[in-house]
């Protein structure tokens, strides 16, 4: 087996200073899985969030800004059993090539991250990160765009037109792309997402409709206000789903109870959850991740 570029968290600046192509070959040597393995489930950590300026974890407004700490909580999890992969922006996933973490694993790149937490054009979601283009060079096996939707907001319409062109193109270098739908307003304390069972449904029926085909989307979608409405909200749409995890303020037994009954349903596939599970209350990330793969 190839060692890894950088010899670890620590080494990462020295390649990146002097050995900048280290990415690329990196890249280029990293083995491969099919997206979905002999249990045809999926367990995804996300680690998207800093590229879009939310550093956030509970009451600490910049648990996710410390990229060394960040880095050694995801090979962690990343090396549990049972987890298939990671979602994040390009700068992350190619720390985690350097490190050797991607070996065997399913890599998702985050696609727009223009929509800065708590900006004034929070709602005009720029494609920012991975092209289409960039994901196939590299030999990454998914993208994934966020969809958020005010009908209050007419920048919503450019945004649902690049996601469509962006699922176009996807479907074009054959893959899959995680559609992340939501609708939602603002107010007064920011913007609010509506996660009412007629508002998912709502946001299922536009993401699946997007683009010219459909062959390639899968939906990543949030658990509604009353889990109990799962059962008729995803019977929307026939496109494989994973549900999203979040910062969780609930008790974490009660968020695990909500996925454990959602994965029960034909179109969920699996989970993508990241902050709950890097940064657990207890501090015990091993453990967090285990009892989430468990629900699988």
């Not at 190839?2 to 050995?19: E, I, Y």
């Not at 991975?130 to 920048?155: C, E, M, N, T, Y």
């Not at 176009?168 to 996660?195: K, Q, S």
């Not at 658990?223 to 059962?231: L, Q, S």
């Amino acid at each position: 087996m190839t060692p890894p570029a950088a010899g670890g968290v620590a080494d990462l600046v020295r390649l990146r200073a002097h050995h900048p192509e280290a990415v690329a070959e990196a890249a280029a040597a990293r083995r491969r899985r099919p997206l979905l393995g002999p249990t045809g489930r999926l367990m995804i950590i996300a680690a998207d969030h800093p590229a879009r300026g939310a550093l956030a974890v509970g009451d600490d407004g910049l648990a996710m800004a410390d990229r060394f700490d960040l880095l050694e909580r995801l090979c962690l999890a990343l090396a549990r059993p049972g987890v298939d992969g990671v979602l994040a922006g390009a700068d992350v996933l190619e720390d985690l090539l350097l490190l050797g973490a991607l070996e065997d694993r399913i890599v998702i790149g985050s696609m727009n991250r223009g929509g800065l937490a708590g900006a004034s054009f929070e709602l005009d979601d720029r494609f920012t990160g991975h092209r289409p283009v960039d994901l196939s060079q590299q030999g990454f096996d998914a993208g994934k765009l966020l969809l958020r939707i005010d009908h209050d907001d007419p920048g919503s319409l450019d945004t649902l037109h690049t996601a469509a062109r962006t699922v176009n193109a996807m479907a074009a270098h054959r893959l899959p792309v995680f559609v992340e739908p939501f609708l939602c307003r603002r107010t007064p304390a920011g913007i609010r997402t509506d996660l009412g069972a007629a508002a998912v449904t709502t946001s299922i029926a536009i993401a699946s409709g997007l683009g010219g085909t459909s062959a390639y989307t899968w939906l990543k979608v949030p658990v509604t206000e009353d889990p109990e409405d799962m059962e008729r909200v995803m019977r929307t749409s026939t496109l494989p789903a994973v549900l999203l995890g979040g910062d969780l303020a609930e008790d974490p037994d009660t968020a695990y109870e909500r996925w454990r009954g959602a994965l029960r349903l034909p179109t969920v596939q699996g989970l993508v959850v990241g902050r709950s599970l890097l940064y657990p209350a207890d501090g015990d990330v091993a453990g967090a991740v285990d009892t989430a793969v468990g629900l699988l």
